[in-house]
Nanobody, 123 residues
């Protein structure tokens, strides 16, 4: 059974940091790209970052470049999203997803989704 479990969300003040984790199981980790998406109230889910596990190539949305860093620990089947200099507009439910082989910012590239973790940034 494929499982993606996110953790690390919470409440933080603007300018603060959080590190999200996505623990994966039930599939061959190296053969899948892992993406982070977020969905704010009343808005569509959007791609934030992703990593191609086989070669380590990454993608970042313009809104998070220079502030967020994605990394992958293949030995632990876990992907992290380090989020620094957080802004109130980063407030959303953050989801990790697995799918395809190459990193993609598009939702329909992913087959498996976690349950999400809430990130709230206060001003």
């Amino acid at each position: 059974e494929v499982q993606l479990v996110e953790s690390g969300g919470g409440l933080v003040q603007a300018g603060g940091s959080l590190r999200l984790s996505c623990a994966a199981s039930g599939f061959t980790f190296d053969d899948y790209a892992i993406g982070w998406f977020r969905q704010a109230p009343g808005k569509e889910r959007e791609g934030v970052s992703c990593v191609t596990n086989d070669n380590g190539r990454t993608y970042y949305a313009d809104s998070v470049k220079g502030r967020f860093t994605i990394s992958s620990d293949n030995a632990k089947n876990t992907v992290y999203l380090q989020m620094n200099s957080l802004k109130p507009e980063d407030t959303a439910v953050y989801y990790c997803a697995a799918g395809g082989y190459f990193c993609s910012p598009f939702l329909n590239s992913y087959d498996y989704w976690g349950q999400g973790t809430q990130v709230t940034v206060s001003s």
